[in-house]
Structures are given as C-alpha cells and as structure tokens.
C-alpha cells in the first residue's frame, strides 16, 4: 500500500510538473457475453479510508479524495490519481469466470493511462454512480472535466476515459503497457486483409489491426478503442509480414509498450478485450456526445482471433521510442 501510494503520488507530481451518466459504455464493443461480468461490481476507496460499494449515486467532496483512489472489482481493479484521472495498475484480477483470459493469473494489462492537461487540474468534488458491475466518475476543474466509465468483467468493452476542455483543444493521453504485454500487429487480420465479411446486416473490408497481448495467455488480447482520437507516431518503425501486400511485407510505425492518442475534447479512449478485440466491425463513428447504440456491436461480428504464441515477425519494437 505505501509504495502504490508513493507511486501514486510521483505519478500526480510529474503530470503536474510537465503540464504545470448513464447507459453502457459507448465506442467499445460490447459482443461479449453478459456471463463475463456475472457477479461483478466496483468498490471505490478514498483518501480518507472510505470505501463506496454497490448501487448509489452520490457526490464526495473534494477534500476527502486525498492524492489517490482505489477502483477494485471482482475481475479488475485500478487506481486513480485524484488531480488528472490518471490511472495506474489497470489489472485483471484472474478471478473465476468462463471468459477469463489470464488463466487465474493477476495480469497487469496497463501500467498507466496518463492524460497530459497541460497545466489544468481537476479540483472539484467526485461525482460516482456504481451500479451493478458498472462505474461512472466524473470530476472538474477550472477549464477542464473527466469522465471515466467501466465494467466490472473478465472481458469485452470494460474501460473508457473522456476528457473535455472549455478551449476545446485535444488532450494527449500515454498508454503504456504492463510488463510482458504487448503490442503486435495481428497476422489474422493481414492474412484477411481486403477480404469483405459479413457485419450486422451488412459487410465490412477487414483492415490491419494492432492488438496487444503477452506470452502467459493464450485467451488474454485486447485492443486500445479510439473514438476521434488520433494516434501519434513516436519512430518505432517495424516490417511486418503482410501478405495480402505487394512484397508481402507492411510498414508499421507503432511501438511494443506504449501508445499515444491526441484525443478530441468529447472523445473518447476505450480499452477492449478478448473476442471483442478481435472481431471485424466498423471504427466508431465521429461522436463527442450521446454515442451509444450505434456503437455497439452485440456479437454481430465476424472474430478473427490471434495466433498464440505471437509470431516475432509480427510483434512490434523497440518497446519505447528511442
């Protein structure tokens, strides 16, 4: 506990030096099966030792918050730095449940998620909504707000975060990944590459996809689930086989554990894992407000899946940016 908060603590420090609800999660799929979050639900414990758990709305001030919360739920749990919704150690816990992904194993999936406001800071009371296995908190600043909504489940659209600034400016957000995961560009989906499938009532081109994933697992992948947001290229530049390509080969500029968004102020940064992270579907439509239904994919998709263990061809480098 005291080295979470310590680190915890480095991480609020740092972002301030360097930058001075209702409904199911939207841009995320949600094809998995509800059995994923069978008895699921979050408890949230603030700076002041109190812990919030099941359905309830309320509002915390903003002098009980102290520098951190902790987000625990049956399948996983991460911490909160107070003053930017940072978050730290987002895990699956390995608990039972027939989409597990981690094999009963702890598996850090993100170190960090770290929003970059440039100066701003949240410094408003915590508004929560717990509900069943789903989390909605949300907190403001002088010129700025965060949203963050979960789901408490082994697998599928569990994770998004939402900035919103009064100039109406992007906010760059850092994923980087837990030690053993990474990022990989998907062979399933470059054998497929141009092919049309069937979607909904339609058909979609399958394209190349970035997923990550680690060497433990053969279930555990997930996606990084972007609503107008914006990757930005860091120069790790990779030849990946590609068949379907001219030479057989493709390049990728992506690195092994980290990514970085320019995400637009109402968009939206999800997080999404097992079958869902792999299935055909349409990117989410250009929305900054009331996106949901249309977003949603209700296993209508065609999964591609992903070879495990991953091919070395195919798994991106260096793991940082140089």
Not at 45 to 69: E, F, N
Not at 196 to 209: A, E, G
Not at 298 to 306: N, T, Y
């Amino acid at each position: 506990m005291r080295q979470t908060r310590a680190r915890l603590r480095a991480v609020g420090v740092a972002l301030l030096m360097s930058t001075v609800l209702t409904g199911l999660l939207p841009a995320v799929s949600q094809g998995a099966s509800s059995k994923g979050c069978d008895g699921g639900g979050f408890a949230i414990t603030l700076g002041d030792g109190t812990t919030l758990r099941g359905d309830q709305r309320t509002q915390i001030a903003a002098s009980r918050l102290g520098s951190a919360l902790q987000v625990r739920g049956r399948y996983v749990g991460w911490d909160v730095v107070s003053a930017s919704f940072g978050v730290v150690d987002y895990a699956f816990t390995g608990a039972p449940n027939p989409l597990d992904m981690t094999g009963g194993r702890r598996t850090v999936a993100f170190a960090s998620k770290l929003p970059d406001h440039r100066g701003l800071a949240l410094t408003g009371a915590l508004n929560v909504d717990l509900d069943k296995e789903n989390l909605l908190i949300e907190r403001s600043g002088p010129g700025l707000s965060m949203k963050l909504q979960a789901k408490d489940c082994a697998a599928g659209g569990v994770f998004q975060m939402e900035p919103e600034r009064a100039d109406g400016t992007s906010t760059r957000i850092t994923h980087t990944l837990g030690e053993g995961t990474f990022y990989f560009d998907n062979p399933n989906f470059r054998a497929r590459e141009g092919d049309v499938v069937p979607f909904k009532d339609t058909t979609v081109t399958v394209t190349p996809r970035i997923n990550f994933a680690n060497d433990l697992s053969s279930r555990f992948v997930g996606r990084d689930s972007p609503q107008v947001a914006t990757r930005v290229l860091q120069g790790c530049v990779n030849t990946v086989p590609a068949p379907r390509r001219p030479g057989g080969t493709a390049t990728v500029d992506h690195c092994a554990g980290v990514s970085v968004w320019d995400v637009a102020s109402g968009g939206r940064m999800g997080a999404v894992f097992g079958e869902d992270a792999t299935e055909v579907a349409p990117p989410a439509t250009t929305c900054t407000a009331n996106c949901q239904a249309q977003n949603r994919v209700r296993g209508q998709a065609i999964v591609l899946g992903f070879p495990f263990p991953v091919p070395d061809a195919s798994r991106l480098k260096p793991r940082f940016p140089a």
